[in-house]
């Protein structure tokens, strides 16, 4: 319930990073075996009876391992449920600013680590997108553009459900895009470039960085390479996408969150399968690397 949104969110992520701490202790089944083996030679006196109560004692340390194991899947599934659809308890806003609303508990930093370590691989106490930082503290809009704090409090919140619905394996914005952005070819580069820039471009610079990095293959195309990466931008930018991928400015270019997190989870998708069409570009803007680390599970 959205009530408890808040409450439920937090002790989700106590029970997870208790039981991550659970999984991570050093394992003790070598210690265990060798100490099995030895009363097995039927060995006696207090030597015996130490090793028998050391034995039962890891023995009850690897149930509550291999126990906390398989909750710790149930729990991970529980926070994406949760998190599927986000709705954190808010106050009201000002100047660009969601506190949470005193009533209820604020989000915790345990609960922005879980989900980051789940979603991403990399535990960070906030979220940190180009127009938006989640936190602890409350929600931080970014009003650099002439979106008004509520839609960008929208939209982010939208992004971090659909990353985990994507994450469940539910029907979710960002495989839809994806599956439409793996048709365009030239278009997967071009927001790639963009991507790796982490910055505002023209076509002129990222036709610069494509046919540099993209060089073989441009050799093989060269009568209709540019034509095709002017014509990959422009679709970038066209109707019928859900959320942007690509913003334009002008005679300027830039990669939406959204768009990062589409190429991401599809550069991610196109190396697992193979692709050999298109050198891979790793490297994330820097606003987003330490959350958007790789998306491969």
Not at 158 to 165: G, P, R
Request: proline residues 2%.
């Amino acid at each position: 319930m959205v009530e408890k949104f808040n409450e439920k969110a937090n002790a989700l992520a106590r029970e997870y990073w208790r039981l991550k701490e659970i999984t991570a202790e050093e394992a003790s089944g070598n210690r265990l075996e060798e100490i099995e083996k030895l009363l097995a030679t039927g060995i006696g006196g207090k030597l015996r009876d130490k090793l028998e109560a050391e034995a039962k004692r890891l023995r009850k340390e690897e149930d509550e391992r291999s126990s906390a194991a398989m909750k710790l899947t149930e729990v991970e599934r529980e926070i994406l449920e949760l998190t599927a659809e986000l709705a954190p308890n808010l106050d009201l806003f000002e100047d660009g600013f969601f506190p949470y609303d005193s009533e209820h508990e604020p989000l915790s930093e345990d609960y922005f680590s879980a989900l980051t370590n789940i979603l991403f691989g990399v535990p960070s106490p906030s979220i940190q997108f180009r127009v938006a930082t989640l936190s602890e503290e409350g929600i931080k809009v970014d009003l650099a553009d002439e979106r008004s704090s509520l839609e960008v409090l929208r939209y982010v919140i939208t992004m971090i459900q659909e990353t985990a619905k994507q994450k469940l394996g539910m029907v979710n914005s960002i495989d839809k895009c994806c599956e439409r952005l793996r048709q365009n070819e030239y278009a997967f580069f071009a927001l790639g470039t963009l991507v790796k820039e982490g910055k505002r471009m023209g076509i002129e610079d990222i036709k610069e960085i494509a046919h540099r990095e993209d060089k073989e293959y441009k050799e093989l195309v060269k009568d209709v390479y540019d034509k095709e990466l002017v014509d990959g931008i422009a679709y970038l930018t066209s109707d019928g996408w859900e959320y942007k991928l690509v913003e334009r400015y002008e005679d300027d270019y830039e990669a939406t969150d959204f768009g990062e997190l589409v190429w991401r989870i599809c550069n991610a998708r196109v190396s697992e399968e193979g692709g050999k069409r298109r050198a891979n570009i790793s490297n994330s803007s820097p606003k987003l690397r330490k959350v958007l680390k790789i998306f491969k599970k």
